[in-house]
């Protein structure tokens, strides 16, 4: 079991920003793929970033240029920078890590090993 704790959602208002944060311990970050997925009320779960081994990054077109995700291997810190926000970008986000290279599984929810609980991040119109 890798515990993944996610931190950093909250409420804002559209047009701004929130930085979310993953930290995990028993867990080699520079090994393996990491992701952020999100859910609304009454949705499926839906991938939003991932970033491979090698530092490579996959977005869902819906976030693309708005959100950044980005790690750090000395701190096992997995980050996802959010920009512009979006009504349509409030849900819960999960932080995710893969036992492999994601490729092109990166926004599968059932290739993704270990969750994190949760973080509610909530746009305002």
């Known amino acids: 079991q890798v515990p993944l704790v996610e931190s950093g959602g909250g409420s804002v208002q559209a047009g701004g920003s929130l930085r979310l944060s993953c930290a995990a311990s028993?867990?080699?970050?520079?090994?393996?793929?990491m992701g952020w997925f999100r859910q609304a009320p009454g949705k499926e779960r839906e991938g939003v970033a991932a970033i491979e081994s090698d530092g490579s990054t996959k977005y869902a077109h819906s976030v693309k240029g708005r959100f950044t995700i980005s790690k750090d291997n000395a701190k096992n810190t997995l980050t996802l920078q959010m920009n512009s926000l979006k009504p349509e970008d409030t849900a819960m986000y999960y932080c995710?890590?893969?036992?492999?290279?994601?490729?092109?599984?990166?926004?599968?929810?059932?290739?993704?090993?270990?969750w994190g609980q949760g973080t509610q991040v909530t746009v305002s119109s």
């Open positions: 028993g867990y080699t970050y520079s090994r393996y793929c």
């Open positions: 995710a890590a893969a036992s492999s290279w994601c490729g092109g599984s990166w926004y599968d929810t059932l290739f993704f090993a270990y």
